[in-house]
């Protein structure tokens, strides 16, 4: 399964990087959710393998998830990409302005974990709810952890 995944996340990682010099950052980031979520469904659906009786309540519950954990990967995609622009005249107050838009972005992800882990869990079971919590963490932490290396560090030589 990591394997497979590891393979999803690289080829994501090379189609967004080459699509962002085409297109306005908005349009690029709806492509690449759209095309993200569909993938991300299947690796999930193949993962959680629930039952017919449980698997209705927690589709439900998957897409009003995924809605609104898109606004939240959409600004974290605008806070690199700002970060990408601005990088070489990064100064201190721009230094300061990414930092705390990526904690509160951060932030915002957590809370959005653990309130759907609730939802999660009482249409399935807290065994279902860990399951899914963990191969999104995977998944989104494979995702930024590729992207991370494809960044420069802060006072970094180009």
């Not at 249409?123 to 420069?152: G, L, V």
């Amino acid at each position: 399964m990591k394997k497979l995944f590891i393979a999803f996340a690289s080829l994501f990682i090379l189609t967004a990087s080459a699509t962002f010099a085409q297109e306005t950052v908005d349009d690029e980031i709806t492509l690449i959710q759209s095309a993200f979520g569909m993938d991300k469904k299947m690796i999930v659906e193949g993962y959680m393998d629930l039952s017919e009786s449980l698997a209705p309540g927690f589709w439900t519950i998957y897409q009003a998830y995924e809605e609104e954990r898109q606004m939240i990967s959409r600004e974290r995609i605008k806070i690199i990409n700002d970060f990408l622009e601005g990088y070489d005249n990064l100064g201190e107050e721009a230094a300061d302005e990414i930092a705390k838009r990526t904690l509160a972005n951060d932030l915002a992800l957590a809370k959005l974990h653990k309130s759907y882990y609730k939802k999660f869990k009482k249409a399935t079971s807290a065994y279902d709810a860990a399951k899914f919590m963990q191969i999104d963490t995977y998944i989104h932490n494979t995702i930024r952890n590729a992207m991370q290396q494809e960044m420069p560090f802060i006072g970094e030589n180009n």
